[in-house]
C-alpha cells in the first residue's frame, strides 16, 4: 500500500465536509455513478463544509492571519483538464466557519468519469523558517475526491453495424459481443465491440429508430446482455485480478477497470466496493449462475419501461 509523505503538516481533524449531494447541499447524496446521465446533461453539486480555523491553522504551524481559501477542481477522465468550480477566501482571525459549495459542471466537458476535488490551500507566500511548515501559495493543506462514474465510463461500448451472414456469423441473431482474447490489462476500447446484425430487421429498425416500443426493448436487452457476458466472462476466469490495480486510475480503462466499471455501477450493493462486490457474485455465479443473471436485471433495471 502506497503511503503520501507531505513535506509540510498538515491538519487533522479539523475540516467537517458533509457528502456531496445532488443538486444542492439539500438533495440527495450524489450517487457513485449516474446511470442515465447522456452527453447533454450538466451536472449541478452541493455540499457543506465546517472548518475549524483556529485548529486549522495552528496545526500547520501557520499565524492566526495565515491567507487560505476553500476551493474545488474537476476533471473527466477522458482529458484530465482541471477547471476551478468554486473558490472562497476563508476569514482571518475567526475560530470558525461554515461555506456552503455549490458547483455545476458543463456537459460538454465531461465524459469517463468525473473526479471532483475540495481543497484547502495558501494563497500566499509567507515568509518563515520553521522546518515542516508550508510557505509557498498553492500549498494544499487538506483535500478529498468524489469520484463518479458517468454512462460514458461504464456502459458505452464500440458499436458497428453488420450483415451477420457475410461475417459468418448466425444470420438470425441480434448482436455479437466481441472480446479479443483474455488479458484482462490491456486497454478496453481496443478489445471490445459489439455487432449488431443488420440483416435482423428487428434490430435494423431498432438503429433507424431511437424511439419506441421495440428499439427501448432491444436496447435493454443488449444492456443486459453486454453485463452479463462481460463481467460473467471475468467472474469465470481465474487470471481475473480481484484488487483495484496501483496503476493510475486516470489512464486508459482497461479490461479489468471496465468490469469493476460495470460491477459497481449495476452490481454492488450499498457500502460495498467492487472487489468485494466481485467475490461475492463470483461465488454466487458458481452456486447458481440463474441467481446471477437476475442480479444482472435487477441491476440494469430490465426490462425497462419503453417509450412512446
Not at 515568509?127 to 469520484?147: H, K, N, Y
Not at 457475410?166 to 441480434?174: D, R, T
Amino acid at each position: 500500500m502506497s503511503v503520501r509523505v507531505w513535506p509540510y503538516r498538515r491538519p487533522v481533524g479539523r475540516v467537517h465536509a458533509e457528502q456531496w449531494r445532488s443538486g444542492d447541499a439539500t438533495g440527495e447524496p450524489a450517487p457513485a455513478a449516474l446511470t442515465a446521465w447522456d452527453y447533454t446533461t450538466d451536472i449541478a453539486l452541493g455540499r457543506v463544509i465546517e472548518i475549524n480555523l483556529a485548529d486549522l491553522r495552528e496545526d500547520c504551524g501557520l499565524a492566526p492571519d495565515a491567507p487560505l481559501r476553500l476551493c474545488v477542481r474537476y476533471w473527466p477522465s477522458t482529458s484530465l483538464l482541471r477547471r476551478s468550480a468554486f473558490v472562497q477566501n476563508l476569514p482571518t482571525h475567526m475560530a470558525r466557519t461554515s461555506c456552503e459549495v455549490q458547483i455545476s459542471v458543463d456537459s460538454t466537458q465531461l465524459g469517463g468519469f468525473l473526479t471532483v476535488e475540495t481543497l484547502i490551500e495558501l494563497t500566499a507566500d509567507l515568509p518563515s523558517e520553521t522546518p515542516f511548515v508550508a510557505t509557498r501559495a498553492g500549498s494544499i493543506l487538506w483535500s478529498d475526491q468524489l469520484r463518479i462514474h458517468l454512462e460514458g465510463g461504464a456502459g458505452l461500448l464500440p458499436v458497428a453495424p453488420v450483415s451477420f451472414s457475410e461475417a459468418g456469423l448466425p444470420a438470425g441473431s441480434a448482436w455479437y459481443v466481441s472480446m479479443d482474447g483474455g488479458d484482462w490489462q490491456q486497454a478496453a476500447m481496443g478489445s471490445l465491440l459489439v455487432l449488431l446484425n443488420e440483416d435482423n430487421p428487428s434490430v435494423k429498425e431498432a438503429m433507424e429508430s431511437t424511439q419506441g416500443q421495440l428499439s427501448g426493448m432491444l436496447w435493454s436487452i443488449l444492456e443486459a446482455d453486454i453485463v452479463t457476458d462481460l463481467v460473467g466472462r471475468a467472474l469465470d476466469d481465474e487470471a481475473f485480478v480481484d484488487e483495484t490495480p496501483s496503476d493510475d486510475p486516470d489512464g486508459d480503462l482497461t479490461m479489468a477497470g471496465l468490469v469493476r466499471a460495470l460491477v459497481r455501477t449495476y452490481l454492488s450493493r450499498p457500502g460495498e466496493s467492487a472487489e468485494q462486490a466481485v467475490k461475492r457474485l463470483r461465488d454466487e455465479r458458481r452456486r447458481d449462475p440463474s441467481r446471477f443473471r437476475a442480479d444482472v436485471h435487477a441491476g440494469v433495471k430490465f426490462p425497462r419501461e419503453a417509450t412512446a
